[in-house]
């Protein structure tokens, strides 16, 4: 990692302060700073300033890759909620509270201290993390806990060399390759969708929520292991739940769950949804909802004119999906375009081409998703954004 412009750049702090939100302006300055400079009158066109202001954007985006894998670390292990009820305590005492080994756990603290998210009295030798930071990375937190979407990274980073394969030779990479990522989806959709189906997306339907206590049929297409349905039919105990999904080994866990629950009005099965169209029987639901599934399809469209056919005629369609715009130049201002675009060529882009599919990408945008809602035959789409999601649009579809 030697060069002459890694050096120079190095030798500006690469974090301004104890503050991320600050941080992330000295970022934001750094990015201003590279188009206002003037270029090099030199024939080469190159600019110093331009090349050492991205280097130092480089060493940010490391310390930040890196602090992502440890803050997963921490949430998986517990640390961030052992911590959020601790005064200052030593590293001997945290890893007492959290019941893990003292030696990793104060390795893992050093991280978070150098990554200004636990401060550290060297006098004392005492951690504590904020109440400010603690609000983002605990469980605690709710849907404002960001702690788990770092675990997408480490599960992504499994299939790299898979991935390399694929950009050589084409061909994807199938979901058998991902053997954490329905766990990780399951605690997203936990407290992302099934914690607020009654507060904030229940109610985007008019009249849904009536119907679905009077008692409906109800399908979910990619329901994973289940834990929306689940929700569902523990709210309400007269409406029929049906999840379907390509994972067996989803599908197991989600019947395991329901039974352990005693939940009689719900069942599961294991099917390819690129296969719905031929399948789906015209008008056996009321009630069709996919959360952010529909773009990892083989043959999407093909599953949204199977789900059009399947819903009956005064149904609603209720679709979850990733919030671009279908045009990179517009994607470019997504808070969160660049880590959308990677999760979509490690894992959503790849798994439909390991099908023999579309590989349409999660960042097929708002836009391309109407289009392929009108050609489905949908007549009524209303688009949607809700405050604590702010990744995905919500789509209340109508026949």
């Keep these: ?51 050492k202001a991205f280097a130092g954007r480089l060493v ?74 603690a609000a983002s990375l605990t469980r605690a937190a709710g849907a404002e806990n960001m702690a788990s979407f770092t675990q997408y990274f480490a599960e992504l980073g499994r299939v790299e060399d898979e991935i390399v394969e694929c950009f050589r030779k084409g061909g994807g990479v199938p979901y058998s390759r991902y053997p954490r990522f329905q766990e990780v989806m399951m605690e997203d959709s936990g407290q992302s969708v099934a914690a607020k189906l009654e507060s904030h997306i ?32 523990e709210l309400f105990p007269r409406s029929r739940l049906t999840g379907m999904d390509l994972s067996e080994e989803s599908i197991g866990l989600a019947r395991g769950e329901a039974e352990r ?3 009689g009005n719900v069942e599961f099965f294991a099917a390819d949804a690129s296969d719905f169209l031929g399948t789906a029987e015209p008008g056996s639901y009321d009630f069709i909802a996919a ?50 675009y990677t999760v979509s060529c490690l894992h959503c882009m790849t798994v439909s081409l390991a099908q023999g599919g579309e590989g349409l990408g999660a960042m097929w945008g708002e836009e391309k998703t109407r289009e392929y809602l009108g050609k489905a035959g949908f007549g009524r789409i209303e688009t949607h954004r809700l405050e604590h999601d702010t990744q995905n649009n919500w789509y209340v579809v109508r026949k």
């Design 1 to 51: 990692m030697d060069s002459p412009i890694l050096r120079l750049a190095l030798q500006e702090p690469q974090f301004s302060s104890n503050n991320l939100a600050e941080d992330r302006l000295w970022v934001a300055g750094q990015e201003r700073r590279e188009r206002t400079v003037p270029k090099k009158a030199a024939s080469s066109g190159f600019d110093p300033a331009k090349a």
């Design 60 to 133: 940010t985006a490391m310390n930040h890759g890196a602090l992502c894998l440890m803050i997963s670390i921490g949430h998986r292990t517990g640390l961030f909620d052992a911590m959020s009820t601790l005064l200052p305590s030593t590293s001997e005492e945290i890893a007492r509270a959290a019941g893990l080994n003292e030696r990793y756990v104060r390795e893992w603290l050093a991280a978070m201290v150098t990554g200004r998210v636990v401060e550290f009295a060297a006098e004392s030798g005492r951690y504590f993390l904020p109440a400010e930071c």
């Design 202 to 233: 229940l109610p985007l339907a008019p009249g849904l929520a009536e119907a679905l206590e009077r008692g409906i049929r109800i399908l979910d297409v990619g329901c994973g292991r289940g834990l929306v349905m689940m929700r569902l039919a």
């Design 261 to 263: 629950r005693g939940l």
């Design 291 to 340: 959360f952010d599934a529909i773009h990892d399809q083989a043959k999407p469209l093909d599953v949204l004119r199977g789900i059009q056919r399947a819903l009956e005629p005064d149904g609603v369609f209720l679709m979850q999906d990733i919030s671009g715009t279908s045009h990179l130049e517009q994607d470019v201002k997504h808070p969160l375009g660049t880590l959308l």
